[in-house]
């Protein structure tokens, strides 16, 4: 019941839109809501989006989530250099019992 | 302002024991389940532990199910996590991390981590 990240890299130009996502299963994404963690190197984890396609207070609205069945994906439009880091997904898994987080992707600005 | 630190890192050898703390400041501690979180070196995220905020429901992962143990006290506004059998691949650093309701499975603040080391 693991959660795959794909791609595991993506890279764009400033200003352009890049989005990952994450394959998981009814265990997981299915049947729970699905969060997104920003991480740029040698830095905590920060809170990106939660409950599917939220905004904490402070996030720029270039984030956007959505889940759709067993996926959940996060676009970021507007590319900007401060926006290259790695990102994670995030989910409960009920047969597990287990917090999962997905393999990670790694977003590069040209 | 939210604030979470850990400590207690350290190198420590195989099959020895540890003890992490995360002082927590800036809201109600009792009022919050707490999590560690840990990345192995250039590895991805891992959840290791939670507990509720009464600190009597605790979950952990199969990986260190028996070895791990996550504790609260909710008077001094610390969480612990106590690892023994400590084994090479626990090598990663820590962060204690907050859920801001019961079952809300997420993660709002995170520490700024510490680094454990398992090594002969």
């Known amino acids: 019941q693991s959660v795959l990240t794909r791609p595991p890299s993506a890279s764009g130009t400033p200003g352009q839109r890049v989005t990952i996502s994450c394959s998981g299963s009814?265990?997981?994404?299915?049947?729970?809501?699905v969060s997104w963690y920003q991480q740029v190197p040698g830095t905590a984890p920060k809170l990106l989006i939660y409950?599917?396609?939220q905004r904490p207070s402070g996030v720029p609205d270039r984030f956007s989530g959505s889940k759709s069945g067993t996926s959940a994906s996060l676009a970021i439009s507007g590319l900007q250099s401060e926006d290259e880091a790695d990102y994670y997904c995030?989910?409960?898994?009920?047969?597990?019992?287990?917090?999962?987080f997905g393999t990670g992707a790694k977003v590069t600005v040209l | 302002q939210v604030q979470l630190v850990e400590s207690g890192g350290h190198v420590v050898q195989p099959g020895r024991s540890l003890r992490l703390s995360c002082a927590a400041s800036?809201?109600?501690?009792?009022?919050?389940?707490m999590h560690w979180v840990r990345q192995a070196p250039g590895k991805g995220l891992e959840w290791v532990a939670s507990?509720?905020?009464?600190?009597?429901?605790?979950y952990y992962p199969d990986s260190v199910k028996g070895r791990f143990t996550i504790s609260r006290d909710n008077f001094k506004n610390t969480l612990y996590l106590q690892m023994s059998s400590l084994r090479a691949e626990d090598t990663a650093v820590y962060y204690c991390?907050?859920?801001?309701?019961?079952?809300?499975?997420?993660?709002?603040?995170w520490g700024q981590g510490t680094l454990v080391t398992v090594s002969s």
């Open positions: 991390a907050r859920e801001p309701s019961r079952h809300s499975r997420y993660f709002d603040y």
């Open positions: 800036g809201f109600s501690f009792s009022s919050y389940g």
């Open positions: 507990v509720w905020d009464d600190g009597n429901t605790k």
């Open positions: 009814n265990s997981n994404i299915g049947s729970n809501t």
């Open positions: 409950s599917n396609d």
């Open positions: 995030a989910t409960w898994d009920a047969s597990l019992n287990a917090y999962v």
